[in-house]
């Protein structure tokens, strides 16, 4: 039985006009995913069929481990870079714009986020086939490749989650300008993870150069002060322990 307040309760409606939408959301989102993923092996295909010749051969001397070309990384690479992209891109429309079209688009932030973060570990693992664990981590530049990717995997793994739990709130208020700049942080980092990448092909793009313009040489070894991690540490239970009371205040 319906209670009263509940017919008359404007945001239940909104919840179950929510729920009825849901299948359409779901059935379009496995359509996206299974046309990336034809869209993924046409693009293999290809990559091989032009592989000869051109491409990288890789003679690994010593004890035979598994390897995989660079070119499949480096090929669905481009995938997460492009979603995460869009996802900002979005994201900065609707931070700045209340239009109904910017509160259209809010709607395809967290799909696109989320297949850019499925597309993430994907390129991640890919990442991993290419050379022995312990060729790749003797080079500086290696090792800060894999940091980065590993932040910026993780971190658009945290917005996606986010992104689709609180969808509805995320631009409300000053709300939006945490979103903004939670965001701003997910673009600069994968922009990092991406020209380190370049950089480890022999492709330094402006951003490897920009780099060093605030101090951060990329081909040596990443340090932080020991001060820095107790900051890093004291941040984290701070988060934690905002987040134990703002979840208690609503319960
Ligand atoms: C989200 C994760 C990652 C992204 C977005 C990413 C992105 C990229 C990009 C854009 C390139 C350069 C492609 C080009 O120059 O055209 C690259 C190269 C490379 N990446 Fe990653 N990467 C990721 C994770 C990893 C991981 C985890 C590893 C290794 C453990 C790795 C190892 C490499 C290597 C070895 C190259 C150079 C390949 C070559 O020699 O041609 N990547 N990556």
């Known amino acids: 039985m319906t209670r009263p307040t509940e017919t008359l309760n404007p945001s239940i409606i909104a919840g179950k006009e929510d729920d009825m939408k849901r299948p359409g959301l779901m059935q379009?989102?496995?359509?996206?995913g299974l046309a990336t993923t034809a869209a993924v092996l046409v693009a293999t295909g290809a990559a091989l069929a032009h592989s000869e010749g051109g491409g990288v051969a890789l003679a690994v001397e010593g004890a035979p481990a598994f390897s995989?070309?660079?070119?499949y990384h480096i090929l669905v690479a481009h995938f997460p870079v492009a979603l995460w992209m869009t996802a900002y891109l979005f994201i900065l429309i609707r931070c700045f714009s209340d239009s109904e079209f910017a509160?259209?688009?809010?709607?395809?932030?967290?799909?696109?986020?989320?297949l850019g973060t499925i597309a993430g570990f994907v390129t991640y693992g890919l990442g991993l086939t290419i050379y022995p664990w312990s060729a790749i981590t003797e080079s500086?530049?290696?090792?800060?490749?894999?940091?980065?990717?590993?932040?910026?995997?993780?971190?658009?793994?945290?917005?996606?989650?986010?992104?689709?739990?609180f969808r509805r709130h995320l631009f409300e208020g000053g709300q939006r300008w945490v979103t903004f700049t939670l965001a701003t942080i997910g673009a600069i980092v994968i922009t990092i993870t991406g020209t380190l990448g370049g950089s480890l092909t022999g492709t330094p793009s402006l951003v490897t150069k920009s780099l060093s313009w605030i101090g951060?040489?990329?081909?040596?070894?990443?340090?932080?002060?020991?001060?820095?991690?107790?900051?890093?540490?004291?941040?984290?239970?701070?988060?934690?322990?905002?987040?134990?009371?703002?979840?208690?205040?609503?319960?």
């Open 28 to 32: 379009r989102g496995l359509w996206i």
């Open 140 to 165: 500086p530049l290696g090792r800060n490749h894999i940091m980065l990717a590993t932040w910026t995997l993780s971190y658009w793994t945290v917005i996606s989650v986010l992104g689709y739990r």
């Open 103 to 114: 509160v259209r688009l809010q709607k395809a932030i967290w799909p696109v986020a989320a």
């Open 68 to 71: 995989l070309s660079p070119v």
């Open 216 to 251: 951060w040489n990329v081909y040596m070894t990443f340090y932080l002060p020991t001060w820095m991690l107790a900051i890093y540490f004291a941040g984290a239970v701070l988060l934690i322990a905002i987040g134990i009371v703002g979840w208690k205040r609503r319960v």
